[in-house]
């Protein structure tokens, strides 16, 4: 891995792996990343909940895969900055010999990848889902993952960063086409359709005018990313519905975000 110096970290431009920080609570962001999302939440106050069932949903699939679907592989694609409850810290409470790749091109990210997560059965590749093909062939995937074994795909909170479908859908489908019979998708994504008509108004404004580089779906668009795989039950559901823990859980309004995990089967 290559090593992160401080004047790659820029504190003056938006990163959105600590303005997520910032929502989920965390201590490792700038006043710039402060700003933006103080300006997200006042379009869409519900966010900082969001942020957190986001995470709720991770480790919960996660559990889902290494406890039940007998996942040992994870590419935990768009990862953010560590918080409790990363991807290897669910994984391997559940299956010790659990082995996990994080991908992310923040320099802050990496920085942090390198002081706490290095080596062994943990590793970072500096990429971005845009570009599949480079995350594939990096030296630390193929070092720490057999991609002749089933591995678990995640994609949490990074979906609605791509504006364009077809970008997406096609990164996706590279990553799908590179995995076994047996891999699993667990993804989630940003949605209107939760909200009442004035909230998503604002929404569309605010991207309109620049403030929120976001791009939700709506449930047909995030279940295009799901085609061909087989839906894990409940299937398509708000993040806080899928499989959830606990009673006292937020409504679908107040995360505003959908989740879901598929399985590929034998005949894709």
């Given at each position: 891995?290559?090593?992160?110096?401080?004047?790659?970290?820029?504190?003056?431009t938006?990163?959105?792996a600590?303005r997520?920080n910032y929502?989920?609570?965390g201590k490792?962001h700038?006043?710039?990343d402060?700003?933006?999302?103080d300006?997200?939440?006042?379009?869409y106050p519900?966010?900082w909940t969001?942020a957190?069932?986001?995470?709720?949903?991770h480790?919960?699939a996660?559990?889902y895969?290494a406890?039940?679907?007998g996942?040992?592989?994870?590419l935990d694609?768009g990862?953010?900055?560590p918080?409790?409850g990363?991807?290897?810290?669910?994984?391997?409470?559940?299956?010790?010999?659990?082995k996990?790749?994080?991908?992310?091109?923040d320099?802050?990210?990496?920085?942090?990848?390198?002081?706490?997560?290095?080596?062994g059965?943990t590793?970072?590749v500096?990429?971005d889902?845009r570009d599949?093909?480079?995350?594939?062939r990096a030296?630390e995937?193929?070092a720490?993952l057999?991609?002749?074994q089933p591995?678990?795909i995640?994609l949490?909170n990074v979906?609605h960063?791509?504006?364009?479908d077809?970008?997406?859908?096609?990164?996706?489908?590279?990553?799908?086409?590179a995995v076994v019979?047996?891999?699993?998708l667990v993804?989630?994504?940003g949605?209107?359709d939760?909200v009442p008509?004035?909230?998503?108004a604002?929404?569309?404004a605010?991207q309109?005018s620049?403030r929120a580089?976001?791009w939700p779906r709506d449930?047909?668009?995030f279940?295009r990313f799901?085609d061909?795989?087989?839906?894990?039950e409940p299937?398509?559901?708000?993040?806080c519905d899928?499989r959830?823990?606990?009673?006292?859980?937020?409504q679908?309004?107040?995360?505003s975000?959908?989740?879901?995990?598929?399985?590929?089967?034998?005949h894709?």
């Open positions: 891995m290559a090593r992160v110096t401080s004047d790659q970290v820029d504190p003056h938006v990163s959105p600590r997520w929502w989920l609570g490792d700038y006043q710039v402060r700003d933006s999302g300006q997200i939440a006042a379009v519900a966010v969001a957190r069932q986001g995470r709720a949903f480790n919960r996660v559990r895969l406890a039940e679907a996942i040992r592989q994870f694609i990862t953010g900055l918080a409790p990363n991807t290897h810290e669910v994984a391997q409470q559940v299956a010790p010999d659990a996990v790749v994080y991908v992310d091109n320099p802050m990210v990496l920085a942090h990848a390198r002081a706490l997560m290095v080596g059965t590793t970072y500096d990429a889902l599949p093909e480079k995350i594939l030296d995937l193929t720490t057999d991609l002749s591995v678990g995640l949490i979906l960063f791509i504006a364009d077809e970008q997406a859908r096609s990164a996706i489908g590279a990553l799908l086409e019979p047996g891999s699993h993804a989630t994504v949605t209107r939760f008509p004035e909230v998503s604002r929404i569309l605010a309109d620049g580089e976001l449930r047909a668009g279940a799901f061909g795989l087989d839906l894990v299937g398509i559901t708000a993040v899928w959830p823990d606990r009673e006292d859980r937020p679908p309004i107040e995360v975000s959908y989740g879901a995990v598929g399985r590929k089967p034998s894709r």
